[in-house]
């Protein structure tokens, strides 16, 4: 089974992503065909600053492969290096509706929010059925804002296949619930969009800061608190085996938990899962080349799946002549 999914180089990769999909996928290398890539064509509707996208680019290589995608193993590429990947978005353009791309929620909330919507951002579902159509993908995972937009791969592709016989696979979205339930520092959704996010590989300096501005209920000392309510006992659970979960929550039912001290326990906690990873980390902010290597030797082989559908698609709309 072929499982395909992407992350956005907006900013840096922040524990949501991590538990959201990085380690998801990092775990699906095991059992499924993996494409992992960073979305930098994507990122393009919304960054505006050169710098900033390049650098935010490599960074996600970095922190995926530190994390453990195994390139030999996985699909693991930068979409712009699939340049296949936006002309079979215009052979797509033209058997997508106009009200289909009107109905996205995503680009309706994004206009509604007054940002001033370019092309890119309505054709924003088309390029993204292309991800996901141009590798024959069976399952999308993904987080409940993106739902929709994996339904409209289906559609397109069924319309695809409808006037010019069988072509593209329809993919089914798998649905991440965990997205919603990690909270940011503020308890709103961690995104970096909110300045809420606790990001991975932060120094110890920079991650005491982050964890100690979340935020809590002003319950004193001797009253007993709300695991369920509260953003650092949601955040901690994140590290904890069901047993250990079951004592913070007894901590919680009882009078005298300080808020300060779990705090202190989570940058251990936090600082310690990552601890395995910090020194690959390092090494490979370190060694660009290598990298730049290794996300060019995983577009390569990527490719040769792309073009094989790519020729499809050419051949059914007639490009052949
Ligand atoms: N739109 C997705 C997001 O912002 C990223 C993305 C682009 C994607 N292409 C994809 C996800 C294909 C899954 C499959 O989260």
Same mark, same amino acid.
């Given at each position: *089974?072929?499982?395909?999914?992407?992350?956005?180089?907006?900013?840096?990769?922040?524990? +949501?992503? !991590? &538990? @959201? *999909? *990085?380690?998801?996928?990092? $775990?699906?290398?095991?059992? /499924?065909?993996?494409?992992? &890539?960073?979305? #930098?064509?994507?990122?393009?509707?919304?960054?505006?600053?050169?710098?900033?996208?390049?650098?935010?680019?490599?960074? @996600?290589?970095?922190?995926?492969?530190?994390? +453990?995608?195994?390139?030999?193993?996985? !699909?693991?590429?930068?979409?712009?290096?699939?340049?296949?990947?936006?002309?079979?978005?215009?052979?797509?353009?033209?058997?997508?509706?106009?009200?289909?791309?009107?109905?996205?929620?995503?680009?309706?909330?994004?206009?509604?929010? %007054?940002?001033?919507?370019? /092309?890119?951002?309505?054709?924003?579902?088309?390029?993204?059925?292309?991800?996901?159509?141009?590798? %024959?993908?069976?399952?999308?995972?993904?987080?409940?804002?993106?739902?929709? /937009?994996?339904?409209?791969?289906?559609?397109?592709?069924?319309?695809?296949?409808?006037?010019?016989?069988?072509?593209?696979?329809?993919?089914?979205?798998?649905?991440?619930?965990?997205?919603?339930?990690?909270?940011?520092?503020? +308890?709103?959704?961690?995104?970096?969009?909110?300045? #809420?996010? =606790?990001?991975?590989?932060?120094?110890?300096?920079?991650?005491?800061?982050?964890?100690?501005?979340?935020?809590?209920?002003?319950?004193?000392?001797?009253?007993?608190?709300?695991?369920?309510?509260? #953003?650092?006992?949601?955040?901690?659970?994140?590290?904890?085996?069901?047993?250990?979960?079951?004592?913070?929550?007894?901590?919680?039912?009882?009078?005298?938990?300080?808020? +300060?001290?779990?705090?202190? $326990?989570?940058?251990? =906690?936090?600082?310690?899962?990552?601890?395995?990873?910090?020194?690959? /980390?390092?090494?490979?902010?370190?060694?660009?080349?290598?990298?730049?290597?290794?996300?060019?030797? %995983?577009?390569?082989?990527?490719?040769?799946?792309?073009?094989?559908?790519?020729?499809?698609?050419?051949?059914?709309? %007639?490009?052949?002549?």
């Amino acid at each position: *089974m072929r499982v395909l999914s992407g992350i956005q180089p907006s900013g840096a990769l922040h524990l +949501g992503n !991590y &538990f @959201a *999909m *990085m380690k998801r996928m990092i $775990e699906y290398q095991e059992k /499924h065909e993996l494409f992992c &890539f960073i979305v #930098n064509y994507h990122a393009l509707t919304s960054v505006r600053d050169s710098e900033y996208l390049r650098q935010n680019t490599y960074a @996600a290589c970095v922190d995926f492969l530190a994390l +453990g995608i195994d390139p030999n193993r996985s !699909y693991f590429y930068v979409q712009s290096d699939i340049p296949e990947v936006t002309e079979l978005t215009w052979l797509l353009s033209n058997v997508t509706e106009m009200g289909l791309l009107l109905r996205a929620h995503s680009y309706k909330d994004k206009v509604e929010k %007054g940002i001033e919507p370019n /092309h890119g951002l309505f054709a924003y579902p088309v390029l993204m059925a292309a991800d996901i159509l141009l590798y %024959g993908a069976n399952f999308i995972p993904v987080g409940k804002d993106q739902k929709q /937009h994996v339904e409209m791969t289906r559609d397109i592709a069924q319309k695809f296949n409808y006037n010019y016989g069988e072509t593209f696979v329809l993919p089914e979205p798998e649905i991440i619930d965990d997205l919603a339930t990690i909270p940011g520092t503020d +308890g709103q959704k961690m995104s970096k969009s909110y300045g #809420n996010t =606790i990001n991975l590989f932060a120094s110890k300096e920079e991650l005491k800061k982050r964890v100690m501005s979340i935020v809590t209920d002003a319950r004193a000392v001797e009253e007993i608190k709300d695991p369920d309510t509260c #953003n650092l006992f949601a955040l901690t659970s994140l590290f904890l085996d069901a047993e250990r979960k079951a004592e913070l929550r007894q901590r919680y039912l009882r009078p005298g938990l300080k808020y +300060g001290e779990v705090k202190k $326990e989570l940058i251990e =906690i936090i600082w310690n899962y990552f601890e395995p990873y910090r020194d690959k /980390h390092e090494e490979l902010l370190n060694r660009p080349d290598y990298v730049h290597d290794v996300m060019r030797a %995983g577009a390569a082989k990527t490719r040769l799946i792309a073009v094989e559908y790519l020729e499809k698609a050419r051949n059914a709309v %007639g490009l052949n002549y």
